[in-house]
C-alpha cells in the first residue's frame, strides 16, 4: 500500500502564471478528492470525482481552477492566472466509493508571489 | 451548509495525562464523524471514526464520541505521550446541495504533550 502521493510538495510561483498539480490515489480507490487548506484552518472541499466522472464542486472552485481525471486514475488541479490568494496547501484523498474513509495526501504547497 | 465549531484551538496537557477535545455540527443530516490527526508538513492522518447508529468507539488509547441529539461529538486520548503531539481535526460528512455527500472540517485543535 503506497498510499495517496501528490507532485510536486512545493510551487512557488508568480502571480498571474498558471499551474498544474498531480494526484495519484491508493490504486484501488474510485473516488478522489482536492481540498484546500490555508493556515490554521481545516482542509475545504473543492471537487470530487468517481472514476473519471467529476461529480461535484463546492463553490470555492472559482473558473480559474479546473480539475481532471481522465482514466480514472491520477487526477490534476490547474489554477490559472493565479492570485496570492491562491496560496494554501491543496490536499488529495482517495476513498472508495462504498466507504467513508478518506485518506489524503502530503500536500502540495503553493505558494504566489 | 454544514458547520463544524472546533474547541479548544489549543490544548497543553503533561505526559501520561488524558486529552478531550470537542466538535459540534448544525446539520442533522451528517451521519459520519471522522478525526484527523496533522503533523507539521504532512497530510492529515485518519485516526478514527464514528457513524451516526454508534455512540461511542474505541482503538487502544483513543476513543470517540458522539451524541446525536445534542449534535456534539468529542475525541478522547488517554496517557497521552509526546509523539501524540499535533493538531488535530474533527470533520462531519455532510449533504451539499446536489444531495451528495461532502466531509466538512472544524478549524483544527494543537495539542502538545509536555515531557
Known amino acids: 500500500d503506497t498510499g495517496v502521493s501528490q507532485n510536486p510538495r512545493h510551487k512557488i510561483t508568480k502571480r498571474g502564471q498558471n499551474v498544474t498539480f498531480r494526484c495519484d490515489p491508493i490504486s484501488e480507490h474510485n473516488r478522489l478528492y482536492w481540498y484546500r487548506q490555508t493556515l490554521g484552518q481545516g482542509p475545504e472541499f473543492l471537487t470530487y470525482?468517481?472514476?473519471?466522472?467529476?461529480?461535484?464542486k463546492s463553490r470555492l472552485l472559482s473558473d480559474r481552477f479546473s480539475a481532471e481525471r481522465p482514466k480514472g486514475s491520477f487526477s490534476t488541479l490547474e489554477i490559472q492566472r493565479t492570485e496570492q490568494g491562491d496560496s494554501a496547501m491543496y490536499l488529495c484523498a482517495s476513498s472508495w466509493a462504498g466507504n467513508y474513509e478518506q485518506y489524503f495526501g502530503p500536500g502540495t504547497r503553493l505558494t504566489v508571489t | 451548509g454544514e458547520n463544524v465549531e472546533q474547541h479548544p484551538s489549543t490544548l497543553s496537557v503533561q505526559e501520561g495525562d488524558s486529552a478531550v477535545i470537542k466538535c459540534t455540527y448544525s446539520?442533522?443530516?451528517?451521519?459520519?464523524f471522522p478525526w484527523y490527526k496533522q503533523e507539521l508538513g504532512k497530510g492529515p492522518q485518519l485516526i478514527i471514526d464514528?457513524?451516526?447508529?454508534?455512540g461511542e468507539k474505541k482503538d487502544q488509547r483513543i476513543a470517540v464520541t458522539l451524541n446525536k441529539t445534542a449534535k456534539h461529538f468529542s475525541l478522547h486520548i488517554t496517557e497521552t505521550q509526546p509523539e501524540d503531539s499535533a493538531v488535530y481535526f474533527c470533520a462531519a460528512s455532510s449533504v451539499m446541495d446536489t444531495g451528495r455527500r461532502a466531509l466538512t472540517f472544524g478549524s483544527g485543535t494543537r495539542l502538545q504533550v509536555q515531557p
Open positions: 464514528i457513524r451516526s447508529n454508534v
Open positions: 446539520d442533522s443530516a451528517s451521519n459520519y
Open positions: 470525482f468517481q472514476n473519471e466522472a467529476q461529480l461535484e
